[in-house]
């Protein structure tokens, strides 16, 4: 039963991560950065945020920097 119910979840979140389209090739997301070249730690999530829902759409993936102070990443649209 375990392993039929673990299958089925890895299945439908295969279709759910699947249904998701990135936007553009323009659709990735940059921090603006100050004249030393870092971003500014107190408003990168939402500026984040921002840039993403901005481009359209409702999923961001961070591709450089952390989660509480992402740098890049690339906004999706997903169902």
């Avoid at 389209?21 to 971003?39: C, F, K």
């Avoid at 408003?43 to 740098?71: D, M, Y």
């Amino acid at each position: 039963m375990q392993r039929t119910a673990n299958a089925f979840l890895m299945g439908a979140s295969a279709i759910l991560v699947g249904a998701c389209v990135t936007l553009a090739p323009g659709a990735n997301i940059q921090m603006p950065r100050n004249e030393n070249g870092l971003v500014d730690g107190a408003c990168a999530q939402n500026q984040f945020r921002n840039q993403a829902v901005g481009l359209a759409g409702n999923v961001a993936l961070v591709t450089e920097g952390f989660v509480s102070i992402p740098v890049a990443g690339i906004a999706y649209h997903c169902p």
